[in-house]
């Protein structure tokens, strides 16, 4: 057998998951899979229709991306913004979808909920519609996403601003107020935001983002790191069969998040490249720990 082939190997797997659990930026990864994913779920408001500056489309998800990709490329947003749709019809059109996803939607963090204002068009219910907008939410955050819910813009079309209030009055837990955008000279036709109003959208979620999100998403997904190695304890389990009662598992001197997140080494071996020198031997003399060739 080649063994350091075999050792080569086993190294590099461990060098592949070495993207998992750390925060990406100061925002918690709670699904330690390297990403950070966002969706924009909602109806035309949310597509962004009517904003002018980027083709009459993008609205506060596209100025999300534009912002945070210059800060992390592993921070990316989902536009479900869907034109004309209620909050009922998002909510089957998720049950249904969910399970034929490839990724995408299942691999998300975070979702931002805004939907409401086209019920105005079929039942008028503000009842129905606040029941089906909590849904949608419910339903996401069964699937271990994180999600803030949002109210509705105080839209400028006098036929609808009744049953956007009543709405609006009726709709509790909202960490994103979209009602902010309240002023004629933020909407393009009483209904839709302009570039302006848009702009405005996006200060209201990325300050739910900072301040909701970061702050609250891992108590909600339950996590822990009971010996403080950087490693949540439900990851160290279920994925790298290290010790969570252990800051470092293999005894080596090196922590298992260090191996896992920083070095890329097997947090189960204390000398991964077997080359005569344990992990941390390595690392102290500036060696990689999972090449047996690389000597300083």
């Not at 009971?226 to 439900?234: E, I, S």
Request: a negative charge; proline letters at 4%; hydrophobic letters at 30%.
């Amino acid at each position: 057998m080649n063994y350091k082939l075999l050792i080569l190997t086993i190294s590099y797997s461990f060098a592949t998951l070495a993207h998992a659990c750390p925060s990406i930026g100061s925002y918690p990864d709670i699904n330690c899979d390297g990403q950070l994913k966002v969706l924009a779920i909602g109806d035309s408001i949310t597509y962004g229709l009517k904003d002018q500056k980027n083709d009459g489309k993008g609205g506060y998800p596209l100025r999300f991306q534009t912002y945070y990709y210059k800060k992390s490329a592993r921070i990316n947003i989902i536009n479900y913004g869907i034109p004309g749709i209620t909050c009922e019809g998002l909510y089957e059109r998720l049950r249904r979808q969910w399970n034929l996803e490839n990724g995408g939607l299942r691999d998300a963090d975070y979702a931002i909920v805004a939907c409401g204002v086209n019920a105005y068009f079929t039942h008028r219910d503000p009842d129905k519609t606040v029941d089906s907008a909590r849904d949608v939410a419910r339903f996401l955050r069964s699937q271990g996403i994180y999600v803030s819910l949002a109210n509705l813009p105080s839209i400028q079309r006098s036929s609808q601003r009744e049953y956007v209030d009543q709405v609006n009055a009726r709709l509790d837990g909202v960490t994103v107020r979209f009602d902010k955008i309240a002023s004629s000279k933020e909407y393009s036709d009483g209904l839709h935001p302009n570039s302006k109003g848009y702009d405005k959208l996006f200060k209201v979620v990325q300050d739910a983002f900072r301040n909701d999100y970061r702050r609250n998403a891992v108590a909600f997904a339950g996590l822990t790191d009971l010996d403080r190695d950087g490693v949540y304890d439900q990851f160290e389990t279920s994925r790298f069969n290290t010790n969570p009662a252990l800051n470092d598992t293999d005894g080596d001197g090196l922590g298992d998040s260090r191996e896992l997140f920083k070095y890329g080494s097997n947090p189960l071996v204390a000398d991964t490249d077997g080359d005569g020198l344990t992990d941390a031997q390595e690392t102290a003399h500036v060696n990689s720990p999972v090449d047996p060739f690389a000597l300083n």
